[in-house]
């Protein structure tokens, strides 16, 4: 399957301060990528799509001024936690589709803890 | 009522048994449907693509029921490293590739 990668794997960091997270399609051009955010024994819920080039959509319940998403590049997406809190820890996922039935590959994942 | 609901679990199954994950959907328009598994503090990989037709890899069979909006996961023969959160994943047809994600169902297999 196609090779998603992110970076960091793993960040500790102040309250308030601004966290970013990189997603990278390695060996496709990814036009779609997406964000997921799983807290502890939840499912991955779905925080916004990534396209490139334009205005992420983002999800009910989502603030966009918080998670700052930009995809400048066909095989990178970003997304900044602005002013992080401890409610915000969590594990952050990022997923790029390219299969011809629609599936999705995922990132190995980014887990956030905010102090 | 969830998008979608799986087997709450946990399943404890000892090795070589055959186990049986539930899943429906309450979107008739979903157009794809997945299983895939994650490993605790990992990210989840795709198992199996599910059709109406059923389709079978290896020890794990899926099956689709568009009119009952249900999808199956069985797998045969058991081994310890089938343990792993199963996840049920389905698209939103108005929304392309956007995936909606089960609660998972947790299988230990046991020596």
């Known amino acids: 399957g196609a090779v998603v990668s992110q970076h960091p794997s793993w960040v500790i960091c102040k309250s308030g301060t601004s966290v970013k997270i990189e997603c990278r399609s390695l060996?496709?051009?990814?036009?779609?990528m997406f964000w997921y955010r799983q807290f502890p024994k939840q499912s991955l819920m779905l925080m916004a799509t990534s396209n490139e080039g334009s205005k992420a959509t983002y999800e009910q319940g989502v603030e966009k001024d918080k998670f700052l998403i930009n995809h400048a590049s066909l095989t990178l997406s970003t997304l900044t936690v602005t002013s992080a809190h401890p409610e915000d820890s969590s594990f952050y996922i990022c997923?790029?589709?390219?299969?011809?039935?629609?599936?999705?590959?995922f990132g190995p994942g980014t887990r956030l803890t905010v102090l | 009522r969830k998008e979608v609901e799986q087997d709450p679990g946990p399943f404890n199954v000892p090795e070589g048994a055959t186990v049986a994950f539930n899943c429906t959907y309450s979107n008739s328009a979903s157009q794809s449907f997945f299983w895939y598994r994650q490993d605790c503090r990992k990210e989840p990989k795709l198992l199996m693509s599910?059709?109406?037709s059923g389709n079978e890899d290896g020890r794990f069979t899926a099956q689709l029921n568009r009119a009952s909006q249900y999808i199956s996961l069985l797998i045969r023969d058991s081994k310890l490293s089938d343990s792993a959160t199963y996840l049920c994943?389905?698209?939103?047809?108005?929304?392309?590739?956007?995936?909606?994600f089960g609660p998972g169902t947790r299988l230990s297999v046991l020596p």
């Open positions: 997923s790029a589709g390219q299969g011809v039935e629609n599936e999705q590959f």
């Open positions: 599910v059709y109406s």
């Open positions: 994943v389905v698209t939103r047809s108005s929304h392309g590739q956007n995936f909606v």
């Open positions: 060996d496709f051009q990814a036009t779609t």
